[in-house]
């Protein structure tokens, strides 16, 4: 493939024609061998190679366009991957090899100078769509936890300082379209043509090209903290400590008391740091799924709806507001979530903290055993997020002690406007 200085201006778009190029590789979603499988190529540096809809960074690929249209990052620039590989070696888990069990991710996408090095060496721009490093946590609920001797500092795990030492794994949505569309339970094309509709016709090749079958949404990523050996997390026999936590920035970065969200988050990390202290595992999963993926301006005028109406913010009429504004209570589609535990080659959790029945279905449903629910502690919830509480306790969430009552409900009440 030639070396050109400048991306053409010339535009194609994909529905003018059929537009298979001999550079282009085939894709077997689930086949044992990488150079089998085939990389998933979506970068735009050569057009010709390309064999996914929707191109790399997930929702970045809109500031992207905007610094090259600026002039300030060179459109055809190539990442020099050295030096960039995991600090250790996941993979390849036998979940991988199976085309049904991970379908919203790539587990090739961990690495590809490595699975694909002879097509690097050809000139292919192969991306990568997960990133593994090492860190150092400092929580001040993990300094509680150690100040209140719930947590001890053992050098490795938790350090003298109380540092938390983790591994974090990045990883970009890479959606392979059969897959989704089998999970889901329906018909592929359909799948597609709502796809393409709902986006605002932002990918004519859903309806155009469908030789392509994988795509890269322009969603949030996914991020895991792993605490202790990330490579125990495929055995069954290490205890394993997991949350499954869908993002809420208002609670978990900023503290918002409305909701559970950043207390069962720190909860979860401090009892997956004590699991790899006790010779276990620990993981953290944070799914970009703001507002039950509903959007955070969504999220905002539900909160309103709820403090403004008659007989004030109770739990009884908690989902039903959401569902008002929004449309639905929820549209997070757990199905796909477990594929980020799949990819670690998780077969059994020991501790899930989630109190979700449909994160708990969806993770028992693709075949990994859970052994024990965690509820987050009655003394974690803050007061104005009772009315949250309660009422998925009412809707079959899981917890110990049982839901309240309809009228209990009615008198479980939040904060109005103004208080
Ligand atoms: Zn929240």
């Given amino acids: ?117 002879p097509l690097f060496d050809k000139g292919y721009d192969i991306r990568p769509t997960i990133a593994v490093t090492q860190a150092h946590l400092q929580i001040p609920e993990i300094s509680q936890a150690i100040s209140q001797g719930r947590l001890k500092s053992d050098g490795k795990v938790v350090l003298a300082n109380g540092d938390v030492k983790v591994t974090k794994v990045a990883i970009e949505p890479v959606w392979y379209l059969p897959g989704m569309a089998a999970r889901l339970g329906v018909d592929e094309g359909d799948l597609r043509r709502i796809l393409f509709q709902e986006t605002g016709g932002m990918y004519p090749e859903f309806v155009t090209r469908r030789d392509l079958k994988v795509w890269l949404p322009p969603i949030g990523s996914t991020t895991v903290y792993i605490f202790g050996n990330p490579l125990d997390l495929s055995d069954s026999k290490v205890t394993l400590t997991c949350r499954v936590h869908d993002e809420c920035n208002g609670s978990d970065v900023f503290g918002s008391d409305i909701c559970t969200c950043r207390p069962y988050l720190m909860y979860g990390i401090e009892d997956a740091a004590r699991t790899a202290q006790n010779g276990g595992v620990g993981l953290i999963a944070y799914y970009r799924k703001e507002g039950r993926a509903l959007g955070e301006v969504t999220k905002f005028l539900v909160y309103n709806a709820r403090k403004r ?50 994160k708990y279905d969806a993770i028992v449903k693709s075949g990994i055993e859970v052994e024990n629910r965690i509820s987050i502690p009655d003394n974690l919830i803050p ?37």
């Fill in 1 to 117: 493939m030639e070396n050109r200085k400048k991306r053409t201006h010339h535009l194609i778009l994909a529905s003018h024609t059929n537009l298979k190029f001999k550079e282009t590789l085939p894709i077997e979603w689930g086949a044992k061998d990488p150079l089998q499988r085939g990389p998933v190529v979506a970068s735009m540096t050569d057009n010709k190679a390309r064999n996914a809809i929707g191109a790399h960074s997930g929702s970045y690929t809109v500031y992207r366009a905007m610094s090259i249209a600026s002039g300030k990052f060179p459109p055809l620039h190539r990442p020099d991957l050295n030096n960039t590989q995991s600090p250790v070696p996941l993979g390849p888990y036998a979940q991988w090899n199976d085309p049904t069990k991970i379908v919203s991710l790539d587990p090739w996408g961990l690495d590809p100078g490595i699975h694909f090095k």
């Fill in 309 to 358: 109406q008659v007989g004030g913010d109770t739990a009884a009429t908690y989902f039903h507001r959401t569902e008002c504004v929004a449309g639905t209570e929820d549209a997070r589609f757990q199905e796909f979530m477990p594929d980020i535990l799949h990819f670690f080659g998780i077969r059994k959790i020991h501790n899930l903290h989630s109190m979700s029945n449909m």
């Fill in 383 to 419: 007061k104005d997020a009772m009315v949250e509480m309660e009422a998925k306790k009412a809707a079959g969430y899981f917890s110990k002690d049982g839901a309240k009552t309809a009228a209990g409900l009615k008198k479980v009440r939040g904060r109005q406007i103004d208080e």
